[in-house]
């Protein structure tokens, strides 16, 4: 019964042989026509394109990264903002303007160049500004400009030995510029120790914070301090302290 299952006329065998020539014929030609690429070709071929890229595009943007490097650090070699050149002011060391920075453009000196004092003339160190400093022989614009923030956080020099508290003092630079100088203790201002809050107190460079809050204190239990005696009595000051302290404080 099989047999007649599988049983084909003539006409249906030729139509089978013709149908799996066709089907034959079509994978054939797929197989000869059809272009051969080899697996290195294609590999070469991208290699060789991402070298090419490498080779001309990224040379344009070294360049220009060259370019931008070098005018983004231009203004800091040539042209110092004010900042960096407060910053470069503070490492200097301090000495007479030589000819050269005499000769200096305007751009890169903030303050003329001012004639030196005579030998024998004196100024007012606590009336004295920064030009009147930078005629002392020795001082330039950054170091006269420290000797006035100082004073100005002690309210005025008492003597001129409190110069070498300064910072970046020197002795041979102290030496050199005390003869042409002298202090003037009625423009000394000093701070009301009864009205004074403890920030302005522990600003004094010479009031530290647990010193200023003693006197807080003490102020609070008293109502008013009378004198600087009653200061005595805190064990948050020794005598030295108080001495060097009595000419800024007020009752």
């Known amino acids: ?13 030729q139509g089978i042989v013709v149908l799996i020539a066709l089907i034959a014929g079509v994978f054939l030609g797929k197989y000869l026509f059809t272009p051969k ?26 360049e220009q990264k060259v370019q931008n490097s070098y005018v983004s650090d231009r203004p800091k070699m040539y042209y110092p903002s004010r900042k960096l050149d407060q910053q470069s002011a503070e490492k200097r060391s301090y000495y007479s303007p030589s000819s050269d920075e005499s000769r200096a ?79 003037d203790t009625s423009k000394i201002i000093p701070i009301s120790v009864n009205t004074a809050s403890l920030e302005k107190l522990k600003s004094h460079p010479y009031i530290n914070f647990y010193q200023a809050k003693a006197i807080v204190e003490i102020r609070k239990k008293k109502g008013k301090l009378d004198n600087i005696d009653e200061l005595y009595l805190l064990e948050e000051f020794t005598e030295e302290d108080l001495e060097r302290i009595k000419p800024y404080l007020a009752f």
């Open 105 to 183: 453009s305007p751009k890169q000196n903030r303050y003329p160049v001012s004639e030196k004092l005579q030998h024998g003339t004196v100024i007012e160190i606590n009336t004295s500004d920064t030009l009147q400093l930078m005629k002392i022989p020795g001082i330039g614009a950054s170091f006269a400009k420290r000797i006035i923030g100082y004073r100005n956080l002690l309210g005025g020099y008492y003597r001129l030995e409190q110069l070498q508290e300064v910072y970046g003092m020197y002795e041979e630079l102290y030496e050199k510029m005390i003869p042409y100088l002298q202090t």
């Open 1 to 13: 019964m099989w047999k007649d299952f599988f049983y084909f006329s003539r006409r249906e065998r």
């Open 37 to 62: 690429v080899s697996v290195s070709s294609g590999v070469e071929f991208e290699l060789s394109a991402k070298s090419e890229n490498r080779e001309t595009v990224p040379e344009n943007i070294k």
